[in-house]
């Protein structure tokens, strides 16, 4: 199979997998109120333009805020964004306030806090939690002197995250994990190496943390693990030629999560490890990883195509893999089902063939050589 074959059957297992994510996003979201995307911004009246992140439902508020601060402020219009939301804080201005002007800048919305109330508010939360959830507990009940803006909310909840890092450093808030997440994404679009840098730094310090307790949160947040891990996994793919030593790393990090999230998420985990494999050299361990995912799940026509794919490039003279090859590929076709109004269809439709045609003719190519031999 040509490396332009194996490409695009590499893009369109991906492509499959990523919108099973969306379906099940959107399932998500048209369950919860408020808006369905950190990016939606939803009108209000004159005073408050644009919602707090307290009523963005689908991540964590303090990962909705540096969105914000990412695609308004940084690739966005900044003027439109300050005009629309006065008020709005960054993280990096927060941080920049002495510990007294913070404590002041709280005193002005209507909190009147000390540091040995803030470390108390602290110890109240469980070990590593979110500070952002703290705030919300502990402070904006006390805030009694008049109602605050959205800016006003999402700069208490800044304010949290910071006084609890200066004041318990040995033991941050879940924001300095998130905030790892945060920092990747901040890094340009042709950064690859920072990205995927910062996603194993990520994935690597909620490792050091333990994990996932049994209610599948870390601090009493339940994270999107699964869909880090994969992210992961595709931008080792993609660098896995030009820079193996992170590809490697990529595959033990992400072994470390292999069962401790979503099937769907470990089903396609595995095939992403075996193609890093593949890339690397380390064939056999492709072949065990697909046939791990193919256990899990037979029904996955994806993991099918994949394994036909590694079995014809490495059939090694053997007939049976071969014909394995052979019947997975068009087991997979039987799976799958064909949507003709697919933008793709048509060059799916000629690829399918294209590979079958290429096992095929290797199992003919195999034969006479066989009976020539004889």
Sequence with gaps: MSQKQHRSAQRRAEKRHRREVERRRARTVAQQDGPGAPGVLRRRGPD????????????????????????????????????????????????????????????????????????????????????????????????????????????????????????????????????????????????????????????????????????????????????????????????????????????????????????????FLQRLLAMICDKLGRHPEAEERLRVALAQRPDQAATRRVLAVHLHEHAGGERARLVEALELWDSARRLDEADESDEDFVEEEALYQEIREDIVESLRLHDAAVEAAE
């Design 48 to 267: 408050d333009l644009v919602p707090s992140v307290d009523e963005e439902t689908v991540v964590h508020p303090y990962l909705s805020h540096r969105y914000r601060e990412r695609e308004f402020l940084v690739r966005g219009t900044p003027w439109r964004w300050r005009r629309e939301m006065p008020g709005f804080w960054t993280h990096a201005e927060v941080a920049a306030l002495a510990d007294d002007a913070l404590l002041g800048a709280l005193a002005e919305r209507g909190l009147v806090v000390s540091r040995a109330e803030v470390l108390a508010h602290i110890a109240r939360m469980p070990a590593g939690g979110s500070a952002w959830r703290m705030s919300r507990i502990h402070w904006l009940p006390a805030v009694r002197s008049r109602s605050l803006s959205a800016p006003d909310r999402d700069f208490l909840g800044l304010a949290a995250v910071e006084l609890w890092r200066r004041l318990r450093p040995e033991a941050p808030p879940l924001e300095s994990l998130l905030a790892l997440l945060a920092d990747a994404d901040d890094l340009p679009d042709h950064d690859a190496t920072g990205r995927l840098g910062g996603l194993l730094r990520f994935l690597a310090a909620a490792r050091a943390r333990g994990g996932p307790d049994s209610a599948g949160e870390i601090g009493g947040v339940r994270l999107p693990l699964g869909e880090e891990c994969v992210r992961l996994g595709i931008r080792a793919l993609g660098l896995a030629d030009d820079h193996p030593e992170l590809a490697a790393e990529a595959i033990v990090e992400v072994e470390h999560w292999l069962g401790q999230v979503d099937l769907d998420d470990n089903n």
